[in-house]
């Protein structure tokens, strides 16, 4: 038995390793004078393509980590770093500027070392998921009532 735990924390290991490695060559790799930058924002400069490859890689970097222990709250917030990274990144020109100082993979990096050395993150992601919830929730309010006022704002224009 004792071997079987030498042996899933050794792959546990190496699997953590494998992510750090990863996340440096997507966000870190490179260094011109004094500026660090890795494949990620390189690659969405091929539209379409080059963000799913790297927002694939990042989910991949995520699951990889939840499925070596980390808490649920540390996945919810590594994949909403990744969330954001991807829909920031899809926006033309801007998103491949801000892809170069916006680094999801490691943010979420950070997010692992503080949840195994420090104790974060630790526990359900269910106060994150409601928060979300309620603001997606009151985003949806808001376009519904915006919606209704420019309804509103055609139907007086045609009418006169």
């Known amino acids: 038995m004792n071997n079987k735990l030498s042996f899933d924390k050794d792959k546990r290991i190496r699997e953590l390793r494998w992510v750090e490695r990863v996340s440096t060559l997507l966000d870190n790799k490179f260094n011109i004078g004094g500026f660090r930058f890795g494949l990620d924002p390189l690659l969405n400069f091929f539209p379409i393509l080059g963000q799913t490859i790297t927002f694939a890689t990042s989910v991949l970097l995520v699951l990889v980590m939840f499925r070596n222990g980390v ?6 917030k590594m994949l909403l770093n990744t969330i954001f990274d991807a829909v920031i990144g899809s926006i033309p020109i801007l998103g491949n500027i801000l892809d170069f100082f916006y680094k999801a993979n490691q943010r979420n990096i950070k997010i692992l070392r503080e949840h195994y050395n420090e104790g974060k993150h630790q526990g359900s992601a269910k106060g994150i998921l409601t ?3 309620l603001m997606l929730l009151a985003l949806c309010i808001l376009l ?3 919606l209704w006022v420019f309804g509103e704002w055609i139907i007086g224009i045609i009418a006169h």
């Open 131 to 133: 928060v979300l919830f």
């Open 144 to 146: 519904f009532y915006l």
């Open 71 to 76: 808490s649920s709250k540390a996945a919810t």
